[in-house]
């Protein structure tokens, strides 16, 4: 017996009107579902979205050392991929410790700077 559907999408930007949460939600399927005595339904997929922040107010310090100076340097909050933190990284550490030192070469530099010269 081939049955009228295989695979039932469920995604929270189709949540019913009635939900506030993206966690706990209902649907309305557009059509009624009549299946055969004896089915069985399985969940096959999963797909989660990365819903944390990289960054937050509880983990956007790095303590860094440099000839003996000490600086705290504050990360923005945020989502980042590996990319975006290292030059968040890199720019934030450049801008304090080039103040501190009263020069304006850069002192820090990401693997992809390294690999450019």
Do not use: W
């Not at 939900?19 to 649907?27: A, D, G, L, P, Q």
């Not at 979205?49 to 990289?54: A, F, G, R, S």
């Not at 590996?82 to 020069?103: R, S």
Request: charged fraction near 20%; charge should be negative; glycine fraction near 0%.
């Amino acid at each position: 017996m081939t049955l009228p559907i295989n695979k039932i999408y469920i995604d929270s930007r189709h949540k019913a009107v009635k939900n506030s949460s993206n966690s706990n939600f209902e649907i309305q399927l557009k059509e009624s579902l009549n299946l055969p005595d004896n089915c069985i339904c399985v969940v096959s997929d999963v797909v989660m979205k990365n819903t944390i922040t990289t960054i937050e107010e509880f983990n956007n310090r790095m303590y860094v050392r440099c000839n003996e100076v000490d600086k705290v340097v504050f990360l923005d909050s945020r989502n980042y991929d590996v990319q975006q933190l290292t030059i968040q990284i890199v720019m934030k550490m450049n801008i304090l410790f080039q103040q501190a030192f009263n020069i304006a070469e850069t002192i820090f530099l990401g693997v992809e700077d390294i690999y450019k010269n």
